[in-house]
């Protein structure tokens, strides 16, 4: 990606583009429609513009594929723990494969692409809806090293509560400068299905609502900070409304870091605070 971006920097040709630009036009660079493919038609290499085309494709055609499949284990998963609907736990009799599952996130991104038919803001959209897992699953460390302290563990994490600290906060930062109104429509998606979890859980939903609750807040204050944030972030933006500038640079990334630490803290304890961390304890 490094080598690519230096390359194409430097073969950039602001006049001899098919829309002339004016030199140091990174505006009018950021609207091509076919960046690289337009930098080499510019340069005179038809044939490169050809290969970055092909490519581009190849790559969209990879992604979405590999995307679908890695959303059908996700279903597939939660099923067989018991925290979503029993029939994506099916395993198909020939190929033992997931089917339902994979039908099931087949059709959801189905739905996304063909109502967001912009490539751009449907890769915000599953880069938001990718990050806030990678965000619990660096929560989860601390809370299991707490909640399950004989469990095996042939490495272990230096620090786990730091480290792991720092990666919700990245990727909370991340989310964030996925730019309004992403940050709406993909908290907005997630949003959705936390009720739906919740009612599809075959047990101990209340117990369950505490220990997620964070969740909720969590997603409705990435919302609220991106709403309230700098004007800068907004792409693509389709709605009425933007970001109001009230937190503008640096101080949204301030507000942004406390708020996740705030709610790693509140996560955290609420998952270790339980009965059945305490019975653990006295069995150990």
Do not use: C
Request: proline letters at 7%; charged letters at 10%.
């Amino acid at each position: 990606y490094v080598f690519i971006s230096f390359s194409f920097t430097g073969m950039i040709r602001w006049t001899n583009l098919s829309t002339p630009l004016a030199s140091g036009d990174w505006a009018g660079i950021g609207n091509l429609q076919s960046p690289l493919s337009d930098v080499s038609k510019a340069l005179g290499l038809p044939i490169l513009a050809a290969i970055a085309t092909i490519g581009a494709v190849i790559s969209t055609a990879g992604a979405g594929g590999d995307w679908v499949l890695l959303q059908g284990r996700i279903p597939f998963a939660m099923a067989k723990d018991g925290l979503f609907w029993s029939p994506m736990k099916k395993v198909h009799s020939k190929y033992r494969t997931p089917y339902l599952s994979l039908v099931f996130a087949s059709i959801l991104t189905m739905i996304i692409q063909i109502a967001i038919p912009n490539f751009p803001s449907v890769a915000l959209i599953a880069s938001i809806t990718a990050l806030i897992p990678y965000a619990a699953a660096a929560l989860s460390v601390p809370i299991l090293r707490k909640t399950k302290p004989e469990a095996p563990r042939p490495f272990r994490l230096p620090v786990p509560k730091i480290i792991a600290g720092l990666g919700f906060i990245f990727a909370t930062l991340l989310v964030y400068w996925a730019s309004w109104p992403w940050t709406l429509v993909g908290g907005s998606l997630m949003l959705i299905g936390f009720p739906l979890f919740l009612f599809l859980r075959t047990h101990d939903a209340r117990a369950q609502l505490k220990k997620t609750l964070w969740l909720l807040v969590y997603l409705v204050g990435i919302i609220t900070i991106s709403y309230l944030g700098d004007t800068n972030f907004i792409f693509n933006n389709f709605l009425p409304i933007g970001p109001q500038g009230i937190i503008p640079m640096p101080y949204d990334m301030l507000v942004v870091t406390i708020f996740a630490i705030l709610i790693f803290a509140w996560a955290y304890f609420a998952n270790t605070q339980t009965k059945e961390v305490t019975a653990t304890k006295e069995r150990i």
